[in-house]
């Protein structure tokens, strides 16, 4: 249904942004992460949409935290240089350099890694965000804390997220995304799984794709609690007609 409007949506606006977001979202719930990459590269080259803001909504989304091939990290790494990739605002931009820091650690390239979390954790100390946006905040400084190999800390950052959650009813399948992947990182698979399947509760067993795309749960793809959730996901899968990843 939703492919159905994108179409019509595509149709009426070929250059908008706004398609560009919502099919990532389309894809993304699809579980093919390779369909992602091939989409992305394709809107690079489509007349009418501005390479740097294609860049912005697969980046600074979930795009990152998916790729796994070396030659596309390296790719996006580049892209997340350019600051215009990131110029919605001052909170945008150290996203940007975290996620920049997250791909060149992946890469193997430390020092690099751990000079620009530095960089992006002091400027992250210097801004001013209304509430909401200080939930993103308080995520992205635990990202940083384990960017920069301090796990205790990260750990007990995210003990005091989860002692007063966030009521936005959407924020499991935005923000959240962004906890999940910090507490598997951090070690606390059992805080991301229940918040993975909070969001499968509340919207959709589809949400389990971003355990099923995330790279943080390479190592957990044997884990009971895993296997249970992909099995759910797995059946709503069949129960619609879809082929299972």
């Known amino acids: 249904e939703a492919r159905r409007w ?3 949506a ?3 606006a070929p250059t908008s942004m706004y ?3 919502a099919e990532l979202v389309v894809l993304d719930i699809e579980g093919d992460s390779e369909a992602i990459w091939r989409r992305y590269a394709e809107l690079r ?5 501005v ?3 294609v860049d912005r909504e697969y980046l600074q989304n979930y795009f990152v935290d998916t790729l796994r091939a070396p030659d596309r990290m390296r790719l996006v790494a580049e892209r997340l240089v350019d600051p215009r990739a990131s110029d919605e605002g001052a909170l945008n931009r150290v996203i940007g350099k975290a996620q920049r820091a997250t791909l060149l650690q992946r890469l193997g390239q430390r020092d690099e890694a751990r000079a620009l979390a530095e960089q992006a954790k ?3 100390a210097t801004l001013t965000m209304t509430p909401r946006a200080g939930q993103d905040a308080a995520i992205l400084a635990v990202q940083l804390e384990l960017l920069l190999g301090n796990d205790a800390a990260a750990r007990t950052a995210l003990a005091e997220l989860m002692k007063s959650p966030p009521t936005d009813f959407l924020w499991p ?3 959240g995304r962004v906890e999940v992947y910090a507490d598997a990182r951090a070690g606390l698979p059992e805080a991301a799984f229940a918040l993975v ?3 499968m509760d509340r919207f959709s067993p589809a949400q389990f794709s971003m355990a099923l795309n995330g790279v943080e749960f390479d190592g957990l793809r044997e884990h009971p609690r895993y296997k249970a959730l992909h099995a759910r996901y797995q059946a709503w899968r069949s129960a619609q007609g879809a082929e299972k990843p």
């Open 51 to 53: 390479p740097h803001l």
């Open 197 to 199: 399947e909070r969001a």
């Open 19 to 21: 398609n560009a977001n």
């Open 173 to 175: 399948v935005e923000g």
């Open 122 to 124: 002091a400027e992250l």
């Open 45 to 49: 080259q489509t007349p009418g949409l």
């Open 10 to 12: 595509w149709a009426l």
């Open 6 to 8: 994108l179409s019509r």
